[in-house]
């Protein structure tokens, strides 16, 4: 261990500056800044914590997905790993766990991704690239402080599955798939394109072959057996409820649209433009390197065509960037492995340096807020929100508008504004700042309110500036 240590210790520095790092802006954009929301961040904190008392009955925050719709902590992609946060709930229940979790993994895919990178190509300083690139990645920041994914357990273990391959380790390539799978059902496809990899180009056959069979049996029980039993009434929303808008509502639409009506897929995939913006800055942060990864191509492929080929949660795409990220590294990885001079790889190297931070500088990302003196002031509507917070009853019913509720979810009843519902008490905060009243508008939580207080049901009992606080009468 002390020889790993002294042998890669700019990578482990690497590591602890940027969960740190992480976990610092992820703190202050919550608690400050009011930058993380009710969907996914509240939605996770209440079900968590549901859980760490053995509850695992359905969220009260609706729209998650759609309106009709409430789910519970196994309804949602079935994430297991959210378990073991349950139990750091037990002992403290802060929503600080979700924080701690997300950004540790996060700065452990970068580890990995550095010590699959180290073995495939025998290069600390292209190692020390994939890392930088990855987590200096804005669509891989942005992921982080927008709240919280459980997808973060299932890039690490897909980075952790490619470190296995490249060490030949047959044991931890199983862990890594099984961990992948109890992450989030849409892993398992990505557990069988890897088995097609170590196949194709891995000459790991009974390996590859056993993870093919793996992923799909995984893929088909999950889908249409296990989780329409835990929820009858919605079954699996990614795969079955929502589908992928215009090129299918389920798997088997979407392959055979593939094959009959390519022209609606690719249009599906390149509009709206929004979608190639952030696939532009991904290939950015990385320098464009990924392209060359032929070896990787059939997880590209699949991982870019299912996020960019979703039309219904076109809002939601960013949220796989630990994925997609993952994968561009992997695929950067196998072109590094192409050039065995070491000037060659000095180049690439300091190409992806390059990258990594003109990506950042151009496309601002969120750890630049170390930069801004404002960063660092508490400004006078933060303090008001958390002097409505500590006028409410821990055990009241509260709607409030998207910015506040991961502020107020540990609780069991909590609607996201203008869902009112048998709250008790109302919370807002009506400056109109983006993403505060998702998946409303800022016109429709003003007019709802002015009607609440007109017909009398709810009367003032805290007003400074935007923030206000309305309790039943």
């Known amino acids: 261990m002390k020889k790993i240590f002294k042998d890669h210790i700019v990578a482990i520095f690497l590591f602890l500056f940027f969960f740190v790092a992480y976990f610092f802006v992820l703190v202050i954009k919550h608690d400050v800044q009011f930058q993380t929301f009710g969907l996914d961040l509240g939605f996770y904190d209440q079900i968590i914590h549901k859980a760490s008392d053995l509850d695992f009955s359905k969220s009260t925050i609706a729209e998650v997905v759609d309106i ?102 047959k044991p931890l390539i199983y862990l890594s798939a099984l961990g992948m799978v109890i992450s989030k059902v849409e892993f398992s496809p990505i557990v069988f394109l890897v088995g097609i990899i170590l196949i194709l180009f891995e000459k790991q056959l009974k390996t590859g072959f056993v993870l093919m069979i793996f992923g799909a049996f995984s893929f088909i029980f999950l889908v249409y057996f296990l989780n329409p039993l835990i929820s009858p009434d919605y079954q699996n929303y990614a795969h079955l409820s929502l589908g992928y808008g215009q090129i299918g509502q389920n798997p088997v639409q979407v392959i055979v649209n593939i094959f009959t009506k390519p022209l609606l897929v690719l249009d599906a995939v390149i509009n709206p433009a929004i979608k190639l913006n952030y696939l532009f800055q991904q290939l950015f942060s990385f320098g464009f390197l990924p392209i060359g990864g032929i070896f990787s191509w059939p997880l590209l492929g699949y991982e870019l065509f299912t996020r960019m080929g979703n039309n219904v949660m076109i809002a939601k795409w960013p949220l796989h960037s630990y994925t997609i990220s993952t994968t561009l590294a992997i695929g950067t990885i196998y072109f590094g492995a192409y050039f065995r001079q070491k000037s060659k790889i000095v180049f690439l190297s300091l190409w992806l340096f390059v990258f990594a931070v003109l990506g950042d500088l151009f496309f601002h990302g969120p750890l630049n807020s ?27 019913a509260v709607s409030a508008n998207n910015s506040l509720v991961p502020h107020l979810s540990q609780r069991d009843k909590i609607y996201i504004f203008p869902n009112i519902a048998d709250a008790q008490y109302v919370a807002l905060d009506l400056a109109n700042r983006p993403n505060s009243f998702t998946p409303s508008n800022f016109e429709k939580a003003q007019e709802t309110f002015l009607n609440l207080i007109q017909s009398g049901q709810f009367k003032i009992i805290y007003k400074q500036e935007n923030v206000v606080l309305l309790k039943r009468t």
């Open 68 to 169: 009709n719709y409430y789910l519970s902590f196994f309804e949602n992609d079935f994430h297991l790993p959210l378990l073991a946060i349950a139990l750091f709930y037990k002992l403290w229940p802060s929503i600080y766990w979700i924080f701690f979790s997300q950004t540790l993994f996060s700065a452990l895919i970068g580890l990995l991704l550095y010590f699959a990178a180290f073995k495939k190509t025998g290069s600390k300083f292209f190692a020390l690239a994939i890392m930088f690139a990855t987590l200096l990645s804005v669509p891989f920041q942005h992921v982080i402080f927008d709240g919280f994914t459980p997808e973060v357990f299932g890039a690490f273990f897909l980075a952790l599955c490619f470190l296995s391959i490249f060490l030949k380790s």
């Open 370 to 396: 170390f930069l801004k003196p404002s960063f660092y002031r508490v400004p006078i509507w933060a303090k008001n929100n958390h002097e409505i917070f500590s006028q409410i009853p821990k055990t009241a």
